[in-house]
């Protein structure tokens, strides 16, 4: 099984930018498919981005797209997510999971992956 560790969060300005890193350790890290959720305070986990096994297909909730990009080094078994122009409404935890599958029809679904992380706190401040 995967087990993954989420680093490269802080406390940023509005309009700043963060990068994310997700170091996952067993041997099947490059057959999975890789996602980055959120949850804000008093919120429910959300879907934020995901990439297949090997980096050719990518996923992203609206309220991200064009200004985060998920990428991956599967010979470093990491997984980044680039967040760009951050707005305060980004602020939450952040968590790394690992899928089930090399790719899946519906990155959205939660029970799609099996490994989380303990999550980074990303803060933007206005």
Known sequence: QVQVVE????L????????????????T???????????????????VA???WNGGSTSYVASVRGRFTISRDNAKNTVYL?????????????YCAAARWGYSSDYKQEKNYDSWGQGTQVTVSS
Do not use: H
Not at 7 to 10: A, D, E, H, K, T
Not at 17 to 24: D, N, W
Not at 33 to 46: C, D, I, K, S
């Open 7 to 10: 680093s490269g969060g802080g």
């Open 12 to 27: 940023v300005q509005a309009g700043g930018s963060l990068r994310l890193s997700c170091t996952g350790s067993g041997r």
């Open 29 to 47: 890290f490059s057959n999975r498919a890789m996602g980055w959720f959120r949850q804000a305070p008093g919120e429910e986990r959300e879907f």
């Open 50 to 52: 995901a990439i297949n």
């Open 82 to 94: 680039q967040m760009n122009s951050l707005k305060p409404e980004d602020t939450a935890v952040y």
